[in-house]
Nanobody
């Protein structure tokens, strides 16, 4: 079992920045990929970014590329999402996820464990 806890809930104006953190505990040795997803009201959960736990391979959705940066600290079992140039359409609940080897990084089904989610609101 892997336990994930997000932090960094915030309200920010358009153009501003925010950093989300995700702390992993439990059987972290089983983690292959860590990802961030988001879900806006009435919409499906969508992929934001992912990073391989050991090799550092990084993936981004087109909508956040060049604005968001995912990073990790293996020693602390932490994953971060630095969000810059935020837009009102970035408003959503953001979820941290941990996945195993067999999954696809771009889809929720590729992840076995999820955090409780943290609200990010970007005002115009």
């Amino acid at each position: 079992q892997v336990f994930l806890v997000e932090s960094g809930v915030g309200l920010v104006q358009a153009g501003g920045s925010l950093r989300l953190s995700c702390s992993a505990s439990g059987r972290t040795s089983t983690i292959y990929t860590m990802g961030w997803f988001r879900q806006a009201p009435g919409k499906e959960r969508e992929f934001v970014a992912a990073i391989s736990w050991s090799g550092g391979r990084i993936y981004y959705s087109d909508s956040v590329k060049c604005r968001f940066t995912i990073s990790k600290d293996n020693a602390k079992n932490m994953v971060y999402l630095q969000m810059n140039s935020l837009k009102p359409e970035d408003t959503a609940v953001y979820y941290c996820a941990a996945g195993g080897v067999s999954g696809s990084v771009y889809y929720p089904r590729g992840y076995d464990y999820w955090g409780q989610g943290t609200q990010v609101t970007v005002s115009s």
